[in-house]
């Protein structure tokens, strides 16, 4: 009895991870405008915030942040990560440059997955972290649009495929970021620039890890 336990147990666990493979993964592409200009704004930004001077805004994935936009639509989204320069809305983070927010990818509320970047190229979603980690925003906001079963599936499906292709250590949600702040992982230059995050849930969190348990990912500092 207790063998049939823990093949029905096993069996489940396997059936679980399957249902997140991410064989055949569809992703859409949606390019925001990655100019000379945003080329040479992010090159600015690594180099004032994290002393990083490049020809290429290029980074090495180790980890992937997830967020939630608040922005209520696919589309409003990507209006708004689509200009390369900071819009004046954004004041409050304008100390860390003129660089326009973005992230690599979007997923909508359906589940559906949108790249608007390269997963190598820099794109300004995280404070002291955006060198080295790949950005999955969410259309949701945690009250009148909480994160869908639907988004669950598809950021462990897209993580999965990404830690395929790089040496993912981390997977955290945005609202974790700060438990960086006091390691090496954390390069950004100014000690007060920091803002506090509450996306995505950690019950999300927690959720979309638990999906992730064979990746034999870090546990958070």
Do not use: C
Not at 46 to 57: F, G, L, N, S
Not at 96 to 120: A, K
Request: no cysteine; net charge negative.
């Amino acid at each position: 009895m207790i063998k049939l336990l823990i093949s029905l147990m096993t069996l489940l666990f396997v059936l679980a991870v399957a249902a997140d493979v991410p064989d055949e993964l569809e992703i859409i592409q949606k390019p925001i405008v990655f100019d000379e200009q945003r080329k040479a704004l992010t090159l600015q930004y690594m180099q004032e915030r994290y002393t990083m001077v490049q020809q290429e805004p290029t980074i090495t994935p180790r980890m992937v942040v997830v967020h939630w936009t608040v922005i209520p639509t696919l589309q409003q989204t990507f209006d708004a990560f689509n200009p390369p320069l900071l819009p004046v809305a954004r004041d409050g983070i304008r100390a860390g440059g003129d660089l326009n927010v973005s992230s690599q990818f979007v997923i909508d509320r359906d589940g559906s997955i949108y790249q608007l970047m390269p997963e190598t190229t820099m794109a300004r979603h995280t404070i002291g972290l955006n060198y080295t980690a790949i950005g999955i925003e969410n259309i949701a906001d945690g009250t009148t649009l909480p994160m869908t079963e639907a988004q669950l599936h598809a950021n462990a499906r897209l993580i999965r495929y990404l830690a395929s292709k790089y040496p993912i250590e981390y997977v955290i949600g945005h609202s974790e970021y700060h438990l960086f702040r006091h390691t090496p992982w954390w390069k950004e230059t100014d000690a007060n620039y920091f803002t506090e995050k509450n996306d995505p849930d950690i019950a999300f969190m927690q959720r979309l890890r638990s999906k992730l348990s064979d990746l034999s990912l870090s546990p958070l500092p």
